[in-house]
């Protein structure tokens, strides 16, 4: 699913038990017992995803803009869902950003397929599932753009074209961002990147 160069984790139920570094502890010092063990999980793996790049233990403190600060050199994401915590990180000089994200694999209620989609959107959904993954996609599309410093986008600010195992998002700003997306194990999977 994810560009060559770019590692990626699953976290395990042991890393929602891990112990904090530095600075990281500070984000969730006033949350309630299952956030900080989500924390927790994305925190861990995230370290052995940066581990398979040759970092060893390094913190990931929240910025300011309530985003993970990734060392200097990478870049990465980390997505949360009910049952589910997934990180993707790359060099720098691999990608200039990347988004992930993951949902449980139910069925978008048609409510929010009216907030999340366009009317071209809309008018393309055939499956059962495409309204989650288009949604989706918007997320990890989100994630990566804001990372390499886009400016605020609403869900009608992009269009999202599926296909077979890939999307193409086109911000009203111009260009195009590739990604993937997959359904595994119950859940909807996606991924966008930016070259370097």
Same mark, same amino acid.
Do not use: N
């Given at each position: ?23 990281? @502890? ?7 017992? @299952? ?20 970092? @060893? ?21 980390? #997505? ?6 997934? /990180? ?7 990608? #200039? =950003? ?37 949604? #989706? =996609? ?7 753009? #804001? @990372? ?23 911000? /009203? ?8 997306? =997959? ?14």
């Amino acid at each position: 699913m994810l560009p060559t160069g770019t590692q990626w984790v699953v976290a395990t139920p042991e890393m929602a038990r891990t112990d904090l570094l530095g600075a990281e @502890a500070d984000a969730v010092a006033r949350v309630v017992d @299952a956030r900080v063990a989500e924390f927790r999980a994305g925190r861990a793996a995230a370290r052995a995803a940066l581990a398979k790049l040759g970092v @060893a233990r390094y913190p990931i403190p929240v910025g300011p803009d309530r985003k993970p600060r990734w060392p200097a050199g990478f870049v990465g994401s980390i #997505s949360h869902c009910r049952g589910l915590c997934v /990180v993707a990180v790359a060099p720098s000089t691999t990608l #200039s =950003a990347i988004g992930i994200d993951c949902e449980p694999a139910d069925r978008l209620p048609p409510e929010l397929v009216d907030v999340v989609t366009t009317p071209c959107e809309r008018r393309r959904l055939e499956r059962e599932m495409d309204g989650r993954v288009l949604f #989706s =996609a918007k997320e990890a599309f989100y994630k990566a753009w #804001s @990372a390499s410093g886009g400016r605020f986008l609403e869900f009608a600010d992009v269009e999202v074209h599926l296909g077979t195992g890939r999307f193409v998002a086109h911000p /009203v700003d111009g260009g195009s961002w590739h990604g993937s997306w =997959a359904l595994h194990s119950g859940f909807v999977l996606t991924a966008a990147w930016a070259p370097a």
